[in-house]
Each structure stands twice: as structure tokens, then as C-alpha cells.
């Protein structure tokens, strides 16, 4: 699922591949998405994007003079699974196009295109942030770190701290491998209780003869959970491209999979949380983990992390998985076994015949074929020569 880091990468594509084109006509929508149409139309407009945690904002600018007189429109996307933003001719739209936004005559028209494959993806015409979510760990730094420290005594801390770390109330923008990475880093286990790792940080204050240059520096060094949160993402954003991107050999995928320490990678360990994601990390899970959950390790052989790996739900795997490690109820038959359960079967679906009852003598199952005079002169023939 794209989180934070994608987000705002699309925003900064949407920024870079718009400016300077002036889009016109109607907004598109495919016959298949579920979302709502889009009531804008407008002889020429601009199109620019804002990327907050795990949503992004389009904003729709008329310019001036453009007929009908329109107000600018905002939509705010969430990607859902495998949301992106795609600029492409207009005579080739890429598949799972759902949302287009065409160029004005008379230059070759282009479209900015919302794809998405799973549909997952949704769209809001009113141009408001979800009111449920948090500060952004990305842009909205000081004011994420205010939020989750003031509501320690919420009941999503009782949790362990991988499932803390995905309640978008608290941490709008990290996502499953970065609650990884970020986990990984400081040698968290997973399934420690959350509130017992962010109730040491309130504690925590350095010394206020440091400078401020020493300060950051420390802050750097030793950074915390909730820095983290911060410069983990950000690291991601410096790498450019896509992120991990919904398709596999995407060119900058090469660098975000060299970035990545835990998520996914050979030798570490990996379980489901309450919610059926799986969390991946190193050494101990911690005093909350799952009761009867067994540890899956990654295997050396797969180095490279493909596109099973990189979904966070991964049911149909561990489903497989799980079938092929079950022991087997019963011992296989034996071939004598099978061609008595076979003939006692046959005798419980046949009547008895009325009358006297013959014993025959036990069969191996195979049927001999009819005798005939060819084949008894052939066998004496053959016996004939082997003596």
C-alpha cells in the first residue's frame, strides 16, 4: 500500500509533469469505479497537488477568463492498495484509469490519469482532509509529536507498538514497512506494549546547556521513536521515484529495495498483528504477541523483494503456507490397504445375490483378462522357450 512517502513523491510528480500545461474540457471518469463524478468543467485550468500523511489534494485553478466561470475545485485522494498518478497521450490511456484529466487544444492532448488496479483507491469531491487523521509525520512534525505524547492514556497505547504505529489518528503516514524500518532501527520488538516505548519519552529532555547546534546533532545521533517517524520517511522522499511503486522492475525500485534494512529481507523474522498484517523484524517480538502465532524467517534464496512481498496483506501466501505444514490426520494406505478399502466398497455398494455364498480367494485388485485360445498357445509357446 502506498503510504506517506508515496503520497508526497505523487504530489511532487503531479507538480512537475503539470507545470506549464493548461488542461481544458470535462473531468473523465471510467464507467467501472465507484467513485463519485467530478462536477468541474472548465476551458482552461491548472492543476496542482499537496500530499498530507496518507492523502493528497488536487486542487483545479481556472484561469482567468475561462469560460463557464468556475470556482476552483479540490479532491482529495486516499490510494488504497495501488493508487498512482500516470501523465500519458491521450489516444494511449494506461489500463485502470479511472479518473482523467485532459489537456486543452491545440497542443497533442495529454491526460493526467488516477490509475489503480485493486480499485481500493477513493476520491472526495469536497476537498477536505479526513477530520480522523493525525498531524503529518512528514510536514507537521512538531505538532505529530505533541499529538501522540498528549494522548498517552488512549486505548490504541494499551496495543502493541506495530499496531500502534498504523492508527492514523496518531502516526498519519507510516505504513507497513516503514513501522518495520523504523522498529528495526532501534531494536524495538514489535509486540511491546506502546505506551511502555512512548511513556520514556516524555522523560527524555536534554540539557539546556547544550547549544542549539549540539541539540540537533544529539537529536541525529540518537534519534527516537517518534523522530523516526519523521526522518525514516524522509530518507524515502530523497530517494526520488515512486517509492516502492504498485509494479515490480520499476527502475527506481533498485534504489528503495538497497534502502531497506527489515521489511522483507532474508534473515528476519515475520508475524501477523491483531489486524492480520504482517510485521517483519529481528530477535525477540515482544510480551504481546500473538498466542499460538509462529515466526516465518526468510529464507536466503529470495533476495529479491517481489511483488507478494511487498503487499501488506498477504493471506493467500500464509493460507498455502500454513495447508502444507499440517500433518496428516491418518498414515498414508499401503497399496494392499487401498485395494481393500476399494473391494470392501465395492461389496457394500453391490447386493448380496440370494442363494449359497462361495469364498473366493484374495485378489491383488487387478482385473485378469478374458482366456482365449490365441493366448494359451502363445503362453505354451513361450513357456517352451524359456526352458
Known amino acids: ?69 468556475q470556482k476552483p475545485l479540490s479532491l482529495v485522494f486516499r490510494f488504497g492498495m495501488s493508487g498512482s498518478f500516470q501523465l500519458a497521450p491521450a489516444g494511449a490511456l494506461p489500463p485502470h484509469a479511472h479518473l ?15 490509475v489503480d488496479i485493486r480499485r481500493f483507491g477513493h476520491w472526495d ?3 477536505e482532509w479526513q477530520p480522523g487523521r493525525g498531524p503529518c509525520v512528514l510536514l507537521e512534525y512538531e505538532r505529530f509529536r505533541d499529538n501522540v505524547l498528549r494522548n498517552l492514556s488512549d486505548k490504541a497505547f494499551d496495543r502493541p507498538i506495530c499496531e500502534a504505529l498504523l492508527d492514523q489518528r496518531f502516526f498519519n503516514g507510516i505504513g507497513n514497512y516503514l513501522r518495520a524500518e523504523i522498529l528495526y532501527r532501534l531494536k524495538i520488538p514489535p509486540f511491546e506494549k506502546a505506551r511502555t516505548v512512548l511513556e520514556a519519552l516524555q522523560q527524555c529532555r536534554l540539557s539546556p546547556e547544550l547549544t542549539l547546534s549540539q541539540k540537533i546533532k544529539a537529536k541525529l545521533q540518537n534519534p527516537d521513536l517518534l523522530e523516526l517517524c519523521h526522518l525514516v520517511p524522509k530518507e524515502v522522499v ?20 538497497a534502502w531497506l534494512r527489515c521489511y522483507g529481507m532474508p534473515g528476519m523474522s515475520s508475524l501477523r498483528d491483531r489486524h492480520g498484517r504482517t510485521i517483519w523484524f529481528q530477535g525477540d517480538p515482544g510480551p504481546l504477541a500473538p498466542k499460538g502465532g509462529r515466526s516465518r524467517k526468510r529464507k536466503p534464496e529470495g533476495t ?43 461389496n457394500q455398494e453391490t447386493p448380496p445375490k440370494k442363494g449359497k455364498k462361495r469364498e473366493r480367494p484374495a485378489t491383488t485388485g487387478r482385473r485378469r483378462p478374458p482366456k482365449s485360445k490365441a493366448n494359451i498357445q502363445s503362453r505354451e509357446a513361450g513357456g517352451a522357450s524359456a526352458s
Open 1 to 69: 500500500m502506498p503510504e506517506g512517502p508515496e503520497l508526497h513523491l505523487a504530489s511532487h510528480f503531479v507538480n512537475e509533469t503539470c507545470k506549464g500545461l493548461v488542461f481544458g474540457g470535462c473531468v473523465e471518469k471510467s464507467s467501472v469505479s465507484r467513485n463519485p463524478e467530478v462536477p468541474f468543467e472548465s476551458s482552461a485550468y491548472h492543476i496542482s497537488a499537496l500530499a498530507r500523511g496518507k492523502e493528497l489534494r488536487l486542487t483545479l485553478s481556472p484561469l482567468p477568463g475561462a469560460q463557464p466561470p
Open 125 to 127: 469531491p469536497g476537498g
Open 304 to 346: 529479491q523483494l517481489g511483488t507478494e512481498d511487498r503487499r501488506e496483506d498477504l493471506s493467500l501466501s500464509s493460507k498455502s503456507i500454513s495447508r502444507t505444514r499440517r500433518p496428516r490426520k491418518q498414515p498414508p494406505k499401503t497399496i494392499a490397504q487401498q485395494s481393500e478399502g476399494t473391494s470392501l466398497q465395492q
Open 100 to 114: 482523467r484529466f485532459y489537456t486543452a487544444p491545440p497542443a497533442p492532448r495529454l491526460a493526467l490519469c488516477f
Open 238 to 257: 530523497e530517494l526520488g521515484g515512486k517509492g516502492y511503486g504498485p509494479e515490480r522492475g520499476e527502475e527506481d525500485f533498485a534504489a528503495f529495495r
